[in-house]
């Protein structure tokens, strides 16, 4: 049996609802601010028991810890704000600027289909929340990630707004933002809490702070920021992609060297940087690594000035071969993939692309081949 209310909150928070176990599917129309108190509760088998859906008044069941959840919908283009109850609530958001709060339970929390320039904020609270951001055209904030097993749910391509993610929690926490949707293109900020997160971005233009702990980050596709600035030092890692074209072109700020390492291992089959020196030979051959240190001011800040540096640091024999080379110059580092053009016995000609810019002199001890 499905039963109708018309006016919920009219009376503000004096209004009660009371779903008992039998009482079938409930829908209620909210027709003004409604906070709930606590001898509100849905004893229904399931969240969809009891409905609520506001075209212009904000809910809050914070107050509501007795049964299951509640189904929360914003109907209308109002900017609400909706909170759940201490159960398994779905609450989702309307075309404008929404905050939606799931309070304690194994919550859902979905945009909506907002507009360009409005802006969503999402908090899960405790428990395994969802976080379906697919319909965000404008930009969506999670502000609280890894209070529990949290999920990224929805396709973000659909989604062309960005996405900002706060992690809270003060244990080890994992977000990936590219099991979500592979094909995303969203740009993306991440602020990682005060343990060790793991942080994977996704296809768009991403910036990610891993924040205090040993933090590890793979940027994924995009030109992506990284932040490794933190107030207490720790053994943080970058993990790069395997080519110029998964990777794109990653600054990194605020690396220190002797503590955090760059894990180059998808590069290929090297293990090791070969050697460079203006009395060495080298014969260009897939997935090689070479570390060039010692450069003066400049070296590392474009690819021509890389290429002036490297002719004049290796004998180098030229192949159409796909390889790797680390510039350091007084100042910072860049990292590039090469292409060689098999035209000569130098770098000129060859393609360099920027796989990313450190800003710090970095040693070679500093990468992982593993």
Known sequence: MLRRFTDLGTGGSVDVLKIAAAAGVVTAT????????????????????????????????????????????????????LKGSGGNDSITGGTTSDTLVGNAGNDTLVTGVTTAGNTDSMTGGAGNDTFNVAGALGTVVITDWGNGVDVLSGALGAATGAINVTISNSSATALSLATAAAAATNTATVTGGTAADTITGGAG??????????????????????????????????????????????????????????????????TSFTTTGAAVSF????????????????????????????????????????????????????IYEV????????????????????????????????
């Not at 810890?65 to 109907?75: A, F």
């Not at 690819?303 to 790797?324: C, E, G, R, V, W």
């Open 283 to 334: 014969t260009a051959a897939a997935n090689a690594v070479l570390f060039f240190s010692g450069g003066s001011a400049g070296d590392a800040d474009s690819s021509a000035a890389s290429i002036t540096f490297m002719n004049a640091n290796l004998t180098y024999t030229d192949t159409a071969a796909t390889f790797y080379a680390v510039v350091v110059d007084d100042d910072s580092t860049t």
């Open 30 to 81: 909210v027709t003004g601010d409604w906070t709930a108190t606590s001898g509100s509760y849905n004893l229904g088998t399931a969240i969809t028991d009891v409905i609520l859906n506001t075209a212009a008044s904000n809910v809050d069941l914070t107050e509501v810890t007795t049964g299951n959840g509640w189904t929360i919908n914003n109907t209308a283009a109002a900017a609400l704000s």
């Open 205 to 270: 233009n991403d910036s990610i702070s891993g924040g205090n702990g040993a933090d590890s980050i793979t940027a994924g596709d995009g030109d992506d920021t990284i932040v490794l600035t933190e107030t207490v030092s720790a053994v943080d890692k970058v993990v790069l992609g395997a080519t110029f074209a998964a990777n794109g072109t990653d600054t990194i700020t605020g690396f220190k060297s002797g503590t955090d390492k760059i894990d180059i291992n998808a590069f290929g089959t090297a």
């Open 339 to 370: 292409l060689g053009d098999a035209g000569g016995d130098e770098f000129t000609g060859d393609t360099l692309s920027v796989v990313a810019t450190i800003g710090t002199v970095m040693a070679s001890s500093d990468f992982l081949f593993t």
